[in-house]
């Protein structure tokens, strides 16, 4: 039986040890599961953070919302996906009227430099989003063993 | 320090500035000191050299991940421990007023056992002779929960190396230390923190090396460490043989450089990329 | 018990939006890290995070890997009535934690 370039190539990935990452593909996927298929609208949604990141195991970011959040108007759910890290869901926020604003902040893992993207479920069944792209490198001097 | 031909030349246009009458955008020294280089204070510290978001995560005791650690040292301040049954604050009663200032003062020569210590070991000293404990392994959390909640107290003050002929004399060995060239990569601390400080190592700004936000909550960490574990850290980045904890050479370089930050002011905890 | 620290206000006008933040060490191992010894750790994340108002949940957080470890979350509800805001984080490895702060609101 031959092995395929890509079956090799993948055998060496598994070698090295390394997690495999999610892809475009996985992270559209996840979206629709998220939207239901519905289609999201680019807006209303802004996604707070730092262009350039002092260090991807951290990096805080803030979601906010334009909406009024009342009984008539208001975001149920915020969702972040990310392009890169092995695990495409980064967190899913529910909210109500109860909330006020809507607004969260977390700090993510950011395993290289990837498009993000947070998606806002409204209660009238529609979805809207924000995408943005991040840097994010390597510390300089890797610690050589933990305590 | 060694201070940047580019900065002695501002110096200089600034005081030419002056002489003229017209008052310096940007004054890096009084007027009166012009002349000299030596009272300029070129120290920045790392603080400066991150990013807004991680400055804010320093600034903010409700954002700050280092108030986890001192939260920590604040219940264990209050337990007893040790054959004593003793908790610290049966003797030193309220930390927020008898262990002000006194993180400033480390690393101190300690009479009895004849050594210079840091501020760790002294709270390990405090439990073995007053609380009859066993010493906390270095670096482990309970020590570092003490030790963050002890440095907090000092925030805000100047580091403050106390006059001690011992004291001097670790700060020597510690200035050869930091200036010797070791290592695979055959870098001493001088050649980036003295010399490359404000400049890339790949995306990462150096940053000057001062010692004043310790115990830290270091992001590549993902948790708080000690200064130790800190120049471990950069001596295994240079591919050097890395001291013990504990080691008389982490010692000395924690002797020195609380000399060359003497006056900064105190930012434990603190939060570093 | 793992340490947690929460910031919200005390007091508060009827229908004022507080904010509230909350952190609570816990490693959020992701599963994906090898060991000292160069086997994989297994995952032990926080998965989810509720904040209940006088027993009403008024917000919650499904975590995945992508959360950084000592999880810090920030976010707001309305001082609708004085009582207790109630949170509460669980995990794997049966991981569960509760914390309980009073609210005093007074009418606005």
Not at chain 2, 62 to 71: G, H, T
Not at chain 2, 234 to 254: F, K, N, Q, T, W
Request: charge should be positive; glycine fraction near 6%; charged fraction near 20%.
């Amino acid at each position: 039986m031959s092995i395929t370039r890509r079956q090799a190539l993948g055998a060496i990935a598994i070698l090295l040890a390394r997690p495999a990452s999610a892809t475009p593909d996985e992270m559209a996927a996840a979206i629709s599961r998220f939207t239901n298929g519905t289609v999201h609208k680019t807006g209303k949604v802004k996604f707070d953070i730092a262009q350039l990141v002092d260090n991807g195991n951290a990096v805080p970011i803030t979601i906010r919302v334009d909406s009024p959040m009342t009984a008539a108007d208001h975001v149920t759910a915020i969702a972040i996906f990310n392009e890169k890290n092995p695990n495409t869901g980064v967190a899913v926020f529910t909210l109500g009227p109860r909330a006020g604003k809507a607004e969260v902040s977390t700090r993510i893992r950011l395993a290289t430099s990837q498009r993000l993207i947070a998606l806002a479920r409204m209660n009238d069944g529609s979805y809207w989003s924000q995408g943005v792209d991040v840097i994010v490198t390597l510390a300089a001097c890797i610690e050589g063993e933990a305590p | 320090m060694n201070i940047p031909r580019a900065r002695i030349t501002a110096m200089l246009l600034a005081a030419a500035a002056e002489i003229a009458g017209n008052a310096p955008a940007r004054a890096a020294a009084p007027a009166a000191a012009l002349a000299t280089t030596a009272s300029v204070d070129d120290r920045r510290s790392g603080a400066e050299f991150m990013s807004a978001s991680t400055q804010a995560m320093q600034r903010d005791d409700s954002l700050n991940p280092a108030m986890l650690w001192v939260s920590g040292g604040e219940t264990q301040w209050n337990t007893p421990a040790g054959r004593s049954a003793k908790s610290c604050a049966a003797c030193h009663g309220d930390a927020k007023t008898s262990m002000r200032g006194v993180a400033a003062r480390f690393p101190a020569f300690d009479q009895a056992s004849g050594r210079v210590i840091n501020l760790a070991q002294r709270i390990n000293l405090c439990r073995e002779r007053r609380q009859q404990s066993a010493p906390l392994k270095l670096e482990s959390e309970d020590l570092l929960n003490l030790e963050s909640y002890l440095a907090l107290q000092s925030r805000g003050l100047s580091v403050s190396p106390p006059e001690d002929k011992h004291l001097t004399e670790a700060a020597a060995r510690g200035a050869k230390l930091y200036a010797q060239r070791i290592g695979q990569l055959n870098l001493s601390c001088a050649q980036c923190h003295d010399q490359s400080w404000g400049k890339h190592l790949a995306s990462s700004t150096i940053p000057q090396a001062h010692a004043a936000a310790y115990p830290i909550y270091r992001l590549e960490w993902q948790a708080v460490g000690s200064l130790q574990r800190r120049l471990r850290n950069c001596i295994s980045g240079v591919r050097a043989e890395i001291p013990p904890y504990g080691a008389p050479e982490l010692i000395d370089l924690e002797a020195y450089l609380a000399q060359r930050d003497k006056g900064m002011p105190i930012e434990s905890p603190g939060v570093r990329p | 018990m793992a340490r947690a620290l929460i910031h919200m206000p005390s007091t508060a006008k009827q229908g004022e939006i507080i904010e509230i933040r909350a952190l609570i060490a816990h490693p959020m191992e992701t599963g994906y890290r090898p060991g000292a010894d160069g086997k994989i750790l297994p995952r032990d994340i926080i998965r989810r995070f509720a904040c209940r108002y006088n027993g009403e949940q008024v917000f919650a957080a499904e975590l995945h890997q992508a959360i950084s470890a000592n999880p810090y979350l920030g976010f707001f509800t309305v001082a609708t009535e004085t009582g207790t805001l109630e949170f509460s984080w669980e995990g794997d490895n049966g991981f569960a934690q509760t914390e309980k702060i009073a609210i005093t609101v007074s009418a606005s």
